[in-house]
C-alpha cells in the first residue's frame, strides 16, 4: 500500500512541476528552481516507462478477454461456483479499457511535460544567447 501511494504521488509531484514550467514559458521572468527540469525528466522518465507497461497490457487484456475469462472462471469456480457465473469477458475488456484510458492521460501529461520543458530549454538558451552575461565586459 506505501508502495502505491508512493508511485502515485510521482503523478501528483510531475504535475506540480509541471504547472511551474508552464508558468515559466507563460511569464519568461518567472525562474525555475534548478530542481524542476531535473525532477520533470526523473518523474517523467517513471511515469512514462510505467504508463507504457500498463497501455501494453490493457491492450493484452482486451485482446485476449475471451480466453482469459474462461481460465478465470475455472480457477474461481473451484473456490466459488456463483462468484464464477458472473466474471464475463465484457468485464475484462471493461477493465482493460478503462486501465487504457487511464494510462493514455497519464503518458500523454508526461510526456507534454518533457516536450515543454526542452521546449524551455531552448527559450533560455535562445535568451541566454539574446542577452549575454556581463561578466566578460572589459570596462
Known amino acids: 500500500m506505501l508502495l502505491l501511494a508512493a ?6 509531484v510531475n504535475s506540480i512541476l509541471s504547472l511551474y514550467l508552464q508558468r515559466s514559458l ?3 521572468q518567472f525562474n525555475l528552481k534548478e530542481s524542476t527540469p531535473s525532477g520533470i525528466k526523473i518523474t517523467g ?19 485476449t478477454a475471451k480466453t482469459g475469462v474462461e481460465a478465470m472462471r475455472e480457477q474461481v469456480a473451484a473456490l466459488n461456483e456463483e462468484l464464477a457465473k458472473t466474471i464475463s469477458s465484457e468485464l475484462l475488456v471493461g477493465t ?24 524551455w530549454k531552448k527559450q ?12 566578460n565586459l572589459q570596462l
Request: aromatic share 18%.
Open 7 to 12: 508511485f502515485l504521488s510521482l503523478f501528483f
Open 26 to 28: 507563460l511569464i519568461p
Open 45 to 63: 522518465g517513471i511515469i512514462l516507462f510505467f504508463t507504457t507497461i500498463w497501455i501494453i497490457r490493457a491492450v493484452q487484456l482486451i485482446v
Open 96 to 119: 482493460g479499457i478503462i486501465i487504457l484510458a487511464f494510462s493514455a492521460l497519464f503518458f500523454s501529461n508526461a510526456l507534454l511535460g518533457i516536450i515543454y520543458l526542452k521546449k
Open 124 to 135: 533560455q538558451e535562445e535568451q541566454h544567447n539574446h542577452y549575454p552575461d556581463d561578466d
